[in-house]
Structure formats: structure tokens, C-alpha cells
């Protein structure tokens, strides 16, 4: 068989297959000691490689021998510590509804200006076209407990309208999370 460079060499004899080995691999130092031209540079080459093969091996098993001698500490406790539930705060992306927003004559070109005229608005006038707690949520739990809309405080935002917030002054308490435990809310799409 022929080779890459035009030379016959027999893959099926140990010498030949370990010849094209050093003459293909990658490997640092046996690329050189299978293109070598005379024996005492290929020997050469494969002491280095086979030195630099033991000094890997020694200090990787010193790394791991160091790395293991560090003793590990396994506590495991169960507690069943109250945790304070954290204040939860929906908003619409919608400032107003859309049929007040349907209902508007002119069309506004800026957000600053949207805002200013949101501004002028009475407070119970941006109330009557705000969102309500009602529109945007469908159901309401906490800890197994359906929520009243007195749970929740109104904020207004120049930008969302109204957002409703629950467990503004964090009395609320869970032991466990989830949807039984803690807070469920499902949203009106």
C-alpha cells in the first residue's frame, strides 16, 4: 500500500501501522520521531515525549491527591422556618381599557405627550379608564385562601394606569412553595 508521500508502506504489520502513526499524529514530539531520518533523533524524541508523559501523569496525580485531601463537612437540616412572603405587583401593559382608548379623537404622536395628557386627568377620571383588579385577574389564592380585592393596594403609574399590589406591608407568610401553599394567580388573557 501506498502512503500520503508516495512510499509503500504494510498497514497490517505492527511496524508499519506505528510508522504512519508517528508520521500522522498530532502528538507533540512523536510527529518528529516518525519523520526522523537517522535512529538517534527518533530515539531522542520519543524519551522527551515519554519523560513529558510521566512528569504529566506524576503532577495530575499530585493535583488530585490535593484536591481529595481536603476533608468535606455534610450537614443536612430540615427547617421549618416561616418565610416572609415578598409584596407581588400586577400591572397591564395597557394604560387604559380599549374602549376609552377607542374613543379618543385624536391620535397621539409621542409617549411624553400620551403621558402629559394622561397627567392632566383627574385622578377618579384616570380611575374610571384604568384597568381594574377584576380585568386583569381571574383568580386570586394565598395559602389556600381566596384573595379579596381588599388584599391587594391600587398604584398608579404614569406608565401601566393601575397596578394592584399584594401583601404590600409583607404580613403574608408561607412555609412551602407553591400554588397551594403560596400565592396563585391566574390572569385574564
Excluded at 26 to 55: M, Q, R
Excluded at 60 to 81: D, G, I, K, L, S
Excluded at 99 to 105: D, P
Excluded at 160 to 185: A, D, I, R, V
Amino acid at each position: 500500500m501506498m502512503n500520503l508521500n508516495g512510499n509503500k508502506t504494510n498497514y497490517l504489520t505492527f511496524k508499519g501501522a506505528t510508522r504512519e502513526f508517528l508520521r500522522h499524529t498530532t502528538a507533540h514530539g512523536l510527529h518528529s520521531a516518525g519523520y526522523g531520518k537517522k535512529l538517534p533523533l527518533k530515539i531522542f524524541w520519543l524519551v522527551l515525549f515519554l519523560i513529558a508523559a510521566v512528569l504529566f501523569c506524576v503532577f495530575a496525580n499530585q493535583v488530585m491527591v490535593r484536591f481529595y485531601q481536603y476533608p468535606v463537612h455534610v450537614q443536612e437540616t430540615e427547617t421549618q422556618e416561616v418565610l416572609l412572603f415578598p409584596a407581588v405587583t400586577v400591572c397591564n401593559l395597557n394604560r387604559q381599557k380599549n374602549t376609552f382608548a377607542a374613543r379618543r379623537k385624536r391620535v397621539v404622536s409621542s409617549d411624553a405627550a400620551e403621558n402629559q395628557a394622561w397627567l392632566k386627568l383627574t385622578p377618579a377620571a384616570r380611575s374610571a379608564k384604568a384597568h381594574t383588579l377584576t380585568d386583569m385577574v381571574k383568580q386570586c389564592n394565598f395559602a389556600g385562601a381566596i384573595c379579596d380585592v381588599s388584599d391587594f393596594k391600587t398604584l398608579t403609574n404614569v406608565q401601566y394606569g393601575s397596578c394592584f399590589s399584594f401583601n404590600t406591608k409583607k404580613l403574608k407568610t408561607s412555609k412551602k412553595p407553591g400554588q397551594y401553599e403560596g400565592k396563585f394567580l391566574k390572569e385574564r388573557n
